[in-house]
């Protein structure tokens, strides 16, 4: 229980005995199934505070919390006094002068779990930060892959699209890397960060090549929202040369899984016979983030469980 | 006045000796100090700076910002024309003129080349020139029209006074931090370097076209240096500065995301940081300026990049050149760079401790520490990377004119260094 007390700006705070330990935890959870609930943090709050909107991260942290115990409050910046100008300092100290035990915070702005740190004295989990991280994403998507084979070491997943602007990417390839896996990224150069092969992985800007062999092929949504214009040209194009079809995922291995952190846009990086397919792990991506989620709130804020 | 056992600093090497106001003019009181081996040294020029006065004096004014100059031992700054409204008139060069007279330390003027800094029309360039302004510039706001930027270089030539360029391509130079890999690690929107070097072509091209003075502000990039280093070579009029920032620190330290190290341009890589020690230690590099831009707490206590660029750079210059000697960079190199060679580059009548010159110096205890925080800094603004740290140097005194514009009490004790 080494996470006992500890932020979680980024994965790069767990070491593998960490993440183990998470895993073996969230695989009790789940054997448990979802029927069963917990009181481990019975007396304790909880409070997402999203500055961006999200549906299927905010929820699943929301169910995983209650599902141990623990009180849930809910703020979300389209319903919150920063349209009244309030700043973000101002929000977080009103909220913390009320008796939070652990944030969860998802903001555009990069570094902005390490900012609520300043004004909080309170355990804060990121649940992404602008293009910068998001860990539970990457440790849930683990987890996903673990659970599948039995083992992250040696793995060959391969992360197809927009790179650059997925904090989803980033956390997943310092996550799988330190845990032995082979990553290899793809997409068009002009979605690529600079010096990215200094992660320890390999890049290609030829799908099908990248994707040979694969045992993991994950999908990353194409932000429409955060690029600017001259990123590409059209999502017809993008599609024919760099979305997932039953073609590209021939080239990887027979056993191979196709993943996706979500939302998807269908018909843009990924095309319906692969989203809906059985190598699909979409949803099981889901299900397992709520029993993950759990582990990490119960071991950050010591919950116990026989 | 007659201090002793001095390290005197000439704008060119150290020497020991005795130093006293008779060096500038006749002075009948002998009295004498102990400087037991401090520092004098001429006092600092510092050619680029922000003082926010009028229309943005919540973060500074003439009068805070040239006692936070005085705290640092800088007897002359430059003030930037983004004021509001900007520095684009006669008139306004002229109020400041007379607003100044006031203020601790000298202020020389610089005036926009295009009205409200829009880079549309030209300002009266020989009217601000008879009022006294020592150079033009758009300051953040590159010229992206090349054939206006042509017409003022043309102008400047004609009055005899330089360009000062920011150069930034306007569509390359967006983002928060310079582009590279702890911009991936860190997620920050990031401007690629050649950015810089791209507007910084144009210019040394433009100074080629018309004989213009251009001086290349805070260049940041190896890529700048060599185009720099090669127009000089080539007989073409450019000369350059460096912050005094981007010698200290790089973009490896924004991982804690403090606004207070948000400057535009940005901190620069590993590899570009060498680059501008070679570039000073080769002379490509004419002088180190701070780019001194306060913000209020309320501005800078925001996200990373909702944070507007700058950083104060007045009180730690001094500091950071200590910081920046210990890196293998020649101290008397980085002392000439903010004394003698500014001086010369503007034509300013200062900068060395000799005969003839006003008597503006500095006394310096390169060993006494000091804490930068609310209660020591002179500034409005506390936007430094160096609050709450412990600083090694201290600026004992500094004259202006031969009048002491700031003492510091503790090292002496009230009284003993008092106004000539």
Redesign the interface.
């Known amino acids: 229980m080494s996470i006992l007390g500890k932020d979680l700006f980024d994965v790069d705070v767990l070491t593998t005995d960490d993440v183990m330990s998470i895993f073996q935890m969230a695989k009790k959870f789940k054997e448990s199934g979802f029927a069963k609930k917990w009181m481990s943090l019975k007396g304790k709050t909880i409070c997402t505070l999203f500055f961006e909107s999200s549906t299927r991260t905010r929820i699943s942290f929301e169910i995983a919390a209650k599902r141990l115990g623990s009180d849930v409050v809910n703020f979300t910046a389209s319903t919150s006094s920063l349209n009244k100008g309030e ?3 101002d929000t977080v100290k009103t909220l913390d002068a009320m008796g939070i035990d652990l944030y969860v915070i998802r ?1 555009s ?4 779990p ?2 609520l740190k300043k004004y909080t004295q309170s355990l804060v989990i990121n649940a992404g ?5 998001h860990p539970t994403q990457a440790i849930l998507d683990a987890y996903t892959m673990w659970e599948k084979f039995g083992k992250l070491e040696g793995l060959k997943v391969t992360i197809v699209g927009d790179i650059f602007h997925s ?1 989803v990417a ?1 956390s997943n390839v310092k996550l799988l890397t330190s845990m032995g896996a082979d990553v290899t990224l793809t997409g068009p150069a002009t979605l690529m ?4 092969e ?1 992660y320890g992985v390999k890049v290609s800007y030829d799908v099908k090549k990248a994707v040979s062999n694969s045992d993991i092929v994950m999908g990353l949504r194409m932000q429409l929202e955060r690029q600017s214009s001259t990123c590409f040209s059209s999502l017809d194009e993008y599609n024919e040369f760099y979305g997932i079809t039953p073609e590209i995922m021939k080239y990887a291995k027979p056993t191979s899984i196709f993943m996706h952190p979500g939302p998807m846009n269908r018909g843009v990086e990924v095309i319906e016979s692969i989203s809906d397919s059985d190598s699909s792990f979409v949803e099981e991506q889901v299900t397992n983030g709520v029993f993950v989620r759990m582990a990490l709130l119960n071991q950050m804020l010591g919950g116990v469980v026989e | 006045m007659i201090f002793d056992n001095a390290n005197i600093f000439d704008g060119e090497r150290f020497h020991k000796g005795s130093f006293a106001f008779n060096t500038y003019f006749e002075d009948q009181d002998d009295e004498k100090l102990d400087l037991d081996g401090l520092w004098v040294l001429p006092g600092l020029v510092d050619t680029h700076a922000h003082l926010r006065d009028p229309g943005q004096t919540r973060r500074e004014d003439l009068i805070s910002g040239t006692r936070s100059a005085a705290h640092g031992g800088i007897t002359t700054v430059f003030a930037m024309p983004n004021t509001t409204p900007a520095i684009d008139n006669e008139a306004m060069v002229l109020y400041l003129k007379e607003k100044s007279q006031h203020a601790k330390v000298n202020v020389k003027i610089v005036g926009a080349i295009t009205k409200g800094r829009e880079g549309k029309e030209l300002t009266e360039m020989h009217r601000m020139a008879r009022a006294g302004v020592v150079g033009f510039s758009d300051d953040g706001n590159f010229l992206s029209d090349a054939s206006l930027a042509r017409h003022a270089m043309e102008y400047a030539h004609e009055i005899g006074l330089p360009i000062i360029s920011h150069c930034q391509d306007k569509d390359l130079g967006t983002g928060h931090m310079r582009e590279g890999w702890y911009s991936t690690l860190y997620g920050i929107y990031a401007m690629p370097d050649v950015a810089e070097s791209i507007a910084v072509s144009r210019e040394i091209e433009l100074s080629y076209l018309t004989k213009a003075h251009v001086h290349i502000a805070h260049v940041s990039t190896a890529r700048s240096v060599k185009l720099i280093r090669q127009a000089k070579k080539d007989g073409i009029n450019i000369t350059c500065d460096v912050c005094i920032h981007h010698l200290v620190f790089m973009d490896e330290d924004l991982h804690d995301y403090d606004t207070s190290k948000k400057i535009n341009p940005p901190f620069p890589t590993a590899e570009d940081q060498v680059a501008l020690y070679e570039g000073l230690e080769d002379e490509t590099i004419d002088a180190i300026i701070t780019d001194h831009a306060p913000y209020t707490v309320e501005e800078k206590e925001v996200e990373f990049q909702s944070a507007p660029f700058g950083i104060l750079g007045f009180e730690t210059l001094l500091n950071e050149i200590l910081i920046v000697s210990q890196k293998g960079i020649k101290v008397e190199l980085l002392l000439k760079k903010v004394t003698s060679d500014p001086a010369k580059l503007y034509k300013l009548n200062e900068g060395r401790i000799q005969k003839g010159l006003p008597a503006n110096f500095v006394i310096f205890d390169p060993d006494q520490q000091w804490t930068v925080s609310r209660n020591t800094i002179q500034s409005k603004s506390t936007n430094t990377p160096f609050l709450n740290k412990t600083m090694n140097g201290k600026v004992i005194a500094t004259y202006v004119n031969g009048r002491q514009v700031y003492e510091n009490v503790e090292s002496f004790g009230k009284g003993i260094l008092r106004f000539a």
């Open positions: 700043s973000f300092k903001h702005e990069p570094g902005s390490m900012m930060d602008g293009i910068r991280g904090r980033r960060p600079l010096n990215v200094k």
